[in-house]
């Protein structure tokens, strides 16, 4: 067994007795689910470029993001991944790479592999691809997806037959900068997703001010550029209202955005993870204007108060109390926030008495998931790691949930990928085989795409619980729903959302992990319209597919739909 350390930038392993423990010295009995590296065998052949044979710009070293999407409507999620691609005049470098470079939609085959459908589906994204959202903006029963680009995006509509089309003009949502994070949401609840777009800086490829050891102009070299908030019409086009509602008063460098109603009102709030400078928490006044107020409710700054670099940005309730609390990876120190749910919300940094500060700083975190990887009811941390600047390889981490606000750095006893270095960046979750288990998969920056298959020991299963939502008076992806689960000891909030993490989107069915309880005894959904539907003793191990209903309040009986492994 290894343990990991930091020395001015370059990871050690060092080699430990058998059965020792990483961070807190306490052996765990309980075996851990494995994430197994099945990249060939699924059938993916996934090379990120970045466009030069040398790292030589920021817009190459900030990576690539990826989306887990069931475009066609079969139950089983799809994979598409951004790719990077040479540009003309943003490089020292005239070793171009990456020329023919696109983005990749992989259709799962339902059989544990996946056929790369990306020149028929017409998806291959164009330019320094970035980030990427899904969400079914028209509401057909159909995913769309959104392509943030370095100066350029893509809205692609999904045409229901297996082909998507390039909307982007005709819908209004070109975004003309370095975009990065974006994120579909109803922020006004009129049943239709809006879109918000994420941008970074101002590049200008003729300022070379830099540090020599740096390689290339860090951040602070360029301006920061301004976010966008773009309003859905009804009639497939959107209408800018970033000025009017607010969210261009200020402008940042957005990284990752993620986001989720922190305040309890029942609107989705926006958080913008910032590079160098504060982060932003846009609160939905619920109005059509937003506010920021990351400052006065503590997430803004990191635990000292410094403007930390961050990355990932997740909503999530990690202790089981109801409120949303905000996990941020960063290049130096993670950030974990408690949420009160006191005076409206806000947060309490619990980096360090959660343990989650002990393995942060030796590493540059990017992609993060807050999932409950082996369903005990509790979620957990996982981590990608990699170079800034250069390309230095690193190991990913997974945060076990003790239960009892701490966090267990167990990256050692989950598969040999933990054990291996990547340059990664982008990552994504999703049970992408309805086994019950969230599996993952990793961008690495110049490299080759990772598929983890999360697989539980023999005989070491726990229950679980999958929601599809279909919304019908709130959007049809449900996305602003918030679940309740109530089976036994255990009390879980999950909310529906799409963009979480860095750059990247999640398996969009809220799960919930069960422990050795083989039924929900309550399971509570408050949609967005506010109709509030109960369901009782929903069976355990199923996806559960639940339509919104048309009454205000709604009790309903189990429903018994699904795929049962």
């Not at 995913?143 to 893509?154: P, Q, W």
């Not at 951040?219 to 970033?242: C, I, K, M, Q």
């Not at 800034?388 to 997974?398: A, C, N």
């Not at 929601?467 to 036994?488: P, W």
Request: hydrophobic share 35%.
């Amino acid at each position: 067994m290894k343990m990991r350390y930091a020395c001015t930038g370059v990871m050690l392993s060092v080699a430990l007795g058998a059965g020792a423990q990483v961070a807190t010295g306490v052996v765990n009995a309980t075996p851990l689910p494995q994430f197994e590296d099945v990249t060939a065998k699924a059938g993916i052949s996934f090379q990120h470029s970045f466009g030069e044979k040398a790292l030589s710009s920021i817009q190459e070293g900030t990576g690539s993001g990826c989306a887990w999407i069931d475009y066609n409507n079969d139950g089983l999620m799809d994979l598409y991944v951004v790719n990077g691609r040479h540009v003309d005049g943003l490089a020292d470098h005239s070793a171009a790479d990456g020329v023919g470079a696109t983005n990749h939609l992989y259709r799962n085959n339902g059989d544990g592999t996946f056929t790369d459908v990306t020149a028929k589906a017409g998806v291959p994204g164009k330019g320094i691809g970035v980030g990427v959202t899904a969400g079914d903006f028209d509401n057909d029963g159909y995913e769309d997806l959104y392509v943030t680009n370095y100066n350029s995006a893509i809205l692609y509509h999904n045409n229901g037959n297996g082909t998507f089309t390039d909307v982007t003009a005709k819908a209004g949502v070109n975004n003309p900068f370095f975009g990065t994070g974006a994120a579909f949401l109803d922020y006004d609840h009129d049943g239709r997703l809006d879109l918000f777009v994420g941008n970074y800086l101002k590049f200008d490829p003729s300022s070379r001010q830099y540090y020599s050891a740096q390689q290339y102009p860090g951040p602070l070299e360029y301006a920061p550029e301004t976010n966008r908030l773009f309003h859905n019409n009804g009639d497939g086009t959107f209408t800018d209202v970033s000025k009017a509602s607010g969210i261009s008063a200020q402008p940042g460098r957005a990284m990752g955005v993620t986001v989720g109603d922190y305040n309890g009102d029942g609107w989705q709030d926006i958080y913008v993870a910032n590079d160098t400078m504060a982060s932003f928490l846009y609160r939905n006044n619920r109005n059509g204007t937003f506010t920021d107020v990351a400052p006065e409710v503590g997430a803004a700054y990191g635990q000292n108060g410094e403007a930390s670099t961050a990355m990932g940005p997740i909503f999530g309730d990690f202790d089981n109390k109801g409120h949303q609390g905000l996990f941020v990876s960063d290049a130096h120190y993670h950030r974990l926030l408690r949420n009160d749910g006191k005076d409206g919300g806000s947060f309490e940094d619990v980096t360090n008495t959660s343990g989650v500060g002990a393995v942060s700083a030796q590493f540059v975190g990017w992609g993060d998931g807050l999932f409950d990887f082996d369903n005990d009811g509790w979620k957990d941390l996982f981590i990608v790691n990699g170079g800034l600047v250069w390309l230095i390889p690193m190991q990913s981490s997974l945060l076990r949930n003790n239960g009892d606000g701490t966090f267990k750095d167990v990256s050692l006893q989950a598969g040999e990928f933990f054990q291996k270095q990547n340059v990664s960046r982008g990552a994504c979750f999703a049970d992408y085989d309805n086994d019950g288990y969230i599996d993952a998969f990793v961008m690495t920056l110049g490299g080759k795409g990772i598929l983890l298959h999360n697989t539980p020991p023999a005989g070491t299963r726990n229950h679980w619980l999958t929601v599809k939502l279909v919304g019908t008076q709130s959007n049809r992806d449900g996305f602003g729903a918030s679940l309740e689960a109530v089976a036994g000891d255990l009390h879980q909030w999950v909310e529906a959302t799409s963009e979480s993490g860095y750059l990247s989107q999640n398996d969009p069915r809220p799960h919930f992990g069960l422990g050795q309880h083989a039924v929900v005894d309550k399971l509570t959904i408050h949609w967005p319209s506010g109709t509030i539907q109960t369901l009782n003793d929903v069976r355990a191990d199923q996806v559960l597919t639940v339509t919104e209903p048309a009454a205000a309040s709604v009790t309903k009986p189990v429903v018994v739909k699904g795929k049962t492994p």
